[in-house]
């Protein structure tokens, strides 16, 4: 069983829906982050959560410990959101050990 | 700031031959990291470094693969010999103190 996972790993959206992804977790973590992977590879952090409820622009993400799950929504998507979300846990013993998810592929279309 | 440089672009080698990657953090961090992504096994930590120093580098594949830091703006990737399982895309990332971290654009490494 994997570490990380998350669901679902490919979405396509219509423009301006609402969308989630989630992430699970199955070890103690001291901080979880989402990643934001574009088709030409390049990679950006949007979040580092550890309790709690964060929002930046049209991206919300929240956690809940004692469940070790965390979501990432995208309110009205566009297409430039289409991109890989990658969920990714800093482990509790050593916060800088970070173990990635698998991905969620979305494609949002026009 | 010109964020996370890393060089080579792209590297194309044959088997058996030595490889290094490179990368600039960017000024002021004090943490580096290199990971690889392969389509089979996503993202993973190789290597970190906290002010020069490596801390972690469990997750170093195997001998082949070795990491230095010689000053704060500078660090390298080798690996000798290279084999086409290493094949992969190479990222490095720095940070400052616990903020976010910021990736570089990736060496993608085909070894034939």
């Known amino acids: 069983k994997n570490e990380v996972e998350q669901s679902p790993q490919n979405l396509t959206a219509q423009e301006g829906e609402f969308i989630t992804i989630n992430c699970s977790y199955s070890?103690?973590?001291?901080?979880l982050h989402w990643l934001q992977q574009h088709p030409g590879g390049g990679i950006v952090s949007l979040f580092m959560?550890?309790?709690g409820k964060k929002k930046h622009g049209r991206l919300i993400a929240t956690i809940n410990i004692q469940e070790k799950h965390s979501s990432l929504h995208i309110t009205a998507s566009h297409p430039r959101d289409s991109a890989v979300y990658i969920c990714?846990?800093?482990?509790?013993?050593?916060?800088?050990?970070?173990?990635f998810g698998p991905g969620t592929s979305l494609s949002v279309i026009p | 700031d010109a964020g996370v440089i890393q060089s080579p672009r792209h590297e194309v080698t044959e088997m058996g031959q030595e490889v290094t990657l490179r990368c600039k953090p960017i000024?002021?961090?004090?943490?580096l990291f290199w990971y690889r992504q392969t389509m089979m096994r996503g993202l993973e930590l190789l290597i970190y470094?906290?002010?020069?120093?490596?801390?972690?580098d469990s997750g170093m594949p195997e001998d082949r693969f070795s990491a230095k830091m010689p000053n704060a703006s500078f660090s390298t990737l080798k690996i000798q010999p290279s084999e086409p399982r290493d094949s992969a895309v190479y990222f490095c990332?720095?940070?400052?103190?616990?903020?976010?971290?910021?990736f570089g654009p990736g060496t993608r490494l085909t070894v034939l």
């Open positions: 990332a720095s940070r400052s103190g616990a903020g976010e971290q910021f």
């Open positions: 070890v103690g973590i001291s901080a």
């Open positions: 959560l550890s309790s």
């Open positions: 990714a846990v800093g482990e509790k013993t050593s916060y800088d050990k970070v173990i």
């Open positions: 000024s002021g961090h004090d943490y």
């Open positions: 470094f906290n002010n020069n120093v490596p801390i972690d």
